[in-house]
Each structure stands twice: as C-alpha cells, then as structure tokens.
C-alpha cells in the first residue's frame, strides 16, 4: 500500500476543494455581511478577502496580528503564491483566520470577540428541529442501555444531516442508515470501553448547534452508564470554519437542554409524552451542568485545534494530554482530514495505517462530505463508484472507524 498520496489542493476547476473557495465561500461572505452590521472598515476589509482568495496571492497577516510570525512559520514558502496552490487544509484554515481578522475578532475594538458566526449558530439552536430533537429525548428511557448507547452513536454520527428523533426510534438495520454507514467498527468502540476500568474518553468535537446537541447527550449517557468515568470535551479557542463548536456554544447548549419547553400550561390530554421529553431533556441538561462542577466533563481548548496542521504534528503538550485516553472520539470531516491527511489516499488503506500516529486509541465518526477516505472494502468502493454519484462529498454516507 502505497505510503504517501497527492496532497489535495484547490487549483482544479470543478473540483470540491475549488468548489469550496469559488461557490461556498463567497455565499458564505454573503451571509455574514447580512447578518451583522459591520463598519466599512470591516466590510472593506471582508469584500478584500473574498477577491483575494478566488483570484489573488496569499498575503500574511499584518505585523499586528498576535499570531503573524506562527502563521508566517506554517505558510513558509506559500505566501505570494496563488491560494489554489496552497494545500486545500491549510489554505482554508487561513481563510478562516482571515476573516477574523477582517471582521476585527481579535484586535481592540468595538468587534473583538464578536463571533461572526454567532447569527447562524443562535438561529439554529432556537429552531424548531431542535424542539423536535429534544422532544426525542423522551424515548431514551424506554430504551435499554445498550440499544440507547448505539441510537446516540448514531445521533453524534450523523448530526448535522439526520434529526435526533429518527436515530432515537430507528434500529441499526433499518434503510437508509444501514446502507449510508459504508464502514462500522461500533461493536470494537464499546468493547474498548468496556474492557477499561475506569475510563477516560476525549471528545474532539466539530460543530455547534444541532451536532454538539447529540454529542453532548452521548457525553450525558457514558458517564450515567459508567462507560466513561470522566470525559474531556476538546472545543476550538476561537470561531472556525462556520459552524465549529465553542465553549461558548457548549454553554449554550447546555443551556438549551435545561430550559427545555414543556407543552403550554392548561394542555392536559396526549400531553405527558411531552412533558416527559421536556424533563428528560432537562435532567439530560441539568446532569452535564453537573457533571461540569465536579470535573467529571471538562471542556478544553488547545492553539492547535485551529491550526492548518494534521493531528501526526500536534505539539508535545496536547498530545500528553490525549494519551491518557481510554479512547478518543474524533468528530466530524475536518478533524477526519487532519487525523488521516488531507490526501488522495487510496479508500482501501487501512484506517490504522493513517491513524496509528495518534497518541490514544481513536475512533472517527464522519459524515463524507470531502474527497479523503481510508479504511473502506473494495467492494464498496467498486459499489458507491458504480454509482455515478459523488459519494465523498454527498454528505450521505459515513463511517465509524476505530484503531486501537
């Protein structure tokens, strides 16, 4: 198998890497000058990101940034170079600290440490499939520990692209999620928990809102289980790639389960089921907050989760702290890509071939939605191939890989 793959970058019109900057960042730029009412300093300076990162060189950022000579370390050889030309990871990483940087996020000002991605994270966390969601909850407790375990595992899996309340209800052979999860090392993940004695998992979290919900009840449901003794939430410092998680937005999720809606006061008949969902959602809510205070969840945050790095190059402290882990659980495409490369890999490579490097025992839950796989069987491959369709970026298919 070969060792080394094409690094993928975004210079190949119609590819999805070239998609991303010349289709999905621009509706992005969009959006966030609609949703907040920046200054013409800041507009100006968002409007000049945009132009130069479809069409210009990479520029670094300005002397001022407390960060300009990391990022001047990280893109050695890169800046004056066309961004296609950059690898696609890294150039989208520096996109991100771009617009922060435009957006004013870290300089003195009226805009410091004004998330630009706060408009969209609270308008899907108010929303009305999160009430669908947290009204699922109320079936968690018919359920037995084992299947409730792997309905949540489903839920943390899929996030974003499936609701709660399907994952709650659905067995693991039904249609629709037996056929889109294309790899399964489940039963290995709960039998690494279980042959721990008191277990210690980390959670590399990826996004906010309506993914952070179910990983946060899956977080609720090892420790009542006593599957983890203690869980590590690793979040980012700062605001990344849209939609990744916060501390910020770990507490308002966990603000969202505690004040859960029960139905209208006056309701009687038909109405106890969503009482129930209202107070499983709240004991769900109110055990994490607890959970919190004893040290039993602690949420961390590292430099490194924003940098434009593979996981094999996490420095000497973090990768201290992840090796104590009875298991790791990676979540989400971007960390996929930093734990695997962010390279053409051939899909059949094993996954511990790519993983090995990480200083615990890691398990990835991944919805595809970019080109990088590993650790599939052929014949899958040679099935979603037959297909004519573009199954790594579909966001229909997903994978739950362990290496242990």
């Given at each position: 198998m070969p060792t080394t793959a094409p690094v993928i970058r975004s210079d190949a019109p119609g590819s999805f890497a070239w998609s991303v900057f010349h289709e999905r960042h621009p509706k992005l730029i969009r959006q966030v000058l609609d949703a907040l009412p920046y200054g013409p300093t800041e507009r100006a300076a968002i409007e000049e990101l945009l132009a130069e990162s479809t069409g210009g060189v990479l520029e670094p950022l300005g002397p001022d940034a407390h960060d300009h000579e990391q990022w001047l370390q990280w893109g050695q050889g890169l800046f004056g170079r066309p961004w296609g030309e950059a690898p696609f990871l890294w150039a989208e990483s520096y996109f991100y600290r771009r617009l922060l940087e435009a957006t004013g996020y870290f300089r003195p000002g009226a805009w410091r440490g004004i998330d630009p991605f706060a408009p969209f994270k609270d308008a899907e966390l108010a929303g009305?499939?999160?009430?669908?969601?947290?009204?699922?909850?109320?079936?968690?407790?018919?359920?037995?520990?084992?299947?409730?375990?792997?309905a949540l595992l489903g839920s943390a899996l899929w996030g974003n692209r499936a609701d709660l309340s399907f994952q709650i209800t659905a067995s693991r052979g039904d249609a629709g999620h037996s056929s889109a999860l294309i790899a399964d090392d489940s039963a290995l993940l709960w039998s690494a928990l279980a042959a721990a004695g008191s277990p210690k998992v980390c959670v590399i979290a990826d996004n906010a809102g309506r993914e952070l919900l179910p990983d946060l009840v899956l977080i609720d449901h090892l420790l009542v289980s006593g599957q983890a003794a203690e869980v590590v939430l690793y979040v980012k410092p700062s605001p990344y790639y849209v939609s990744d998680a916060t501390t910020a937005d770990v507490l308002a999720t966990v603000r969202r389960l505690r004040s859960a809606p029960g139905p209208e006061a006056g309701q009687q008949a038909g109405q106890e089921a969503d009482r129930e969902a209202g107070r499983e959602a709240e004991r769900i809510g109110r055990r994490l907050w607890q959970a919190m205070n004893s040290g039993a969840l602690v949420v961390r945050t590292h430099p490194f989760f924003s940098a434009p790095l593979p996981f094999h190059a996490m420095p000497a402290d973090l990768r201290a702290e992840l090796s104590g882990a009875t298991l790791t659980l990676v979540k989400g495409d971007l960390n996929y890509r930093r734990l695997v490369g962010d390279q053409l890999w051939d899909p059949t490579t094993p996954f511990g071939e790519r993983a090995g490097h990480f200083p615990s025992p890691v398990a990835a839950l991944r919805t595809l939605k970019s080109d990088v796989i590993v650790g599939l069987d052929a014949a899958v491959v040679a099935r979603l191939d037959a297909t004519g369709e573009k199954w790594r970026t579909s966001g229909a298919y997903g994978v739950v890989q362990v290496h242990c």
């Open positions: 009305p499939a999160v009430d669908a969601e947290l009204a699922a909850l109320g079936e968690l407790a018919a359920l037995a520990a084992d299947k409730r375990g792997e």
